[in-house]
């Protein structure tokens, strides 16, 4: 069975994988993406972006060291590259190829 749940916040982030029926079980492995990169907002919500994935490897870290089963995909440092946005925001083809190679 595969879950998907689709967290837009680091506190969604964090909550979900710190649950403890999330992560202890070795037949549920998560996948933890940064948040990708964008160019369409410079500025204040590119730091907000910059300063939360700052957080993912040591956090994810931690709970490899407490036996989970969690992964980090760096999306923002494959988003980064030029023109991966078609707009700014949303990934172009070369953005998805980007994105699908991280993964």
Known sequence: MVYSAQCHSGACRYELI????????PNIKIILSTIPYETKDTGSPL???QQTNALWPALVAQKQAQGRYITLVDNYAA???ANSFADGLHPSTNGDIAIANAW
């Open 79 to 81: 988003t980064k590259a």
């Open 18 to 25: 710190s649950r403890p029926d999330m992560g202890n079980n």
């Open 47 to 49: 730091t907000i972006i």
